[in-house]
């Protein structure tokens, strides 16, 4: 079974569960609190460990969550680390939080500029997508100077790029696709 296919199941099921028992906010908020945990370095090495047994790395998870998460979440944990699936836990959390999100019906949004944009340039453009896609907008915003100028924007698998670094390596394309004749 490939990665992707772990993560959507353990989270599909933990989804459906908080759905159920209509606690999926509170669930949402421990796997935010989990994705969160799982971006340190240390973090990563740990769940990745195979010298670690398993039940140290339960008493763990239950040591640093504790009490902060729903039950449902911690025996989720449970289960994933005692299946030696715990490497997943980071993928889990992330696909459980999109599909919330997914359900809740709002958009993820990146908008990727040069510099930062005003307060009322994002203010247009989320409700510029939220007019477009029938949709609350959630817009996260990068800073990228490399783009040079203009603005790369995603909309779940849409992709607009209009920056100039892409303008200039299309015409570095063409003139290097032209040939250059002399007289």
Do not use: W
Not at 35 to 55: G, R, W
Not at 126 to 133: E, G, K, R, W
């Amino acid at each position: 079974m490939n990665d992707s296919k772990i993560s959507v199941r353990y989270s599909r099921a933990l989804f459906q569960s908080a759905l159920e028992k209509k606690i999926l906010d509170k669930v949402n908020q421990d796997m935010i609190f989990i994705s969160e945990i799982c971006k340190f370095p240390e973090t990563k090495e740990f769940l990745q460990s195979p010298i670690i047994v398993p039940s140290k790395k339960e008493a763990v998870f239950h040591k640093i969550l504790g009490d902060n998460v729903e039950k449902i979440t911690l025996s989720l944990i449970d289960l994933i680390v005692k299946n030696g699936r715990e490497s997943f836990i980071p993928a889990i959390a992330r696909v459980f939080i999109h599909e919330t999100k997914k359900y809740k019906g709002i958009t993820e949004s990146v908008l990727t500029t040069a510099v930062k944009v005003d307060e009322k340039v994002k203010k247009q453009i989320t409700d510029l997508i939220s007019d477009v896609f029938k949709t609350k907008v959630e817009l996260k915003e990068i800073v990228d100077p490399e783009i040079v100028g203009g603005f790369i924007l995603q909309i779940d698998d849409n992709y607009i790029d209009a920056s100039i670094k892409n303008k200039l390596r299309k015409i570095r394309k063409e003139l290097k696709g032209s040939v250059i004749t002399s007289r």
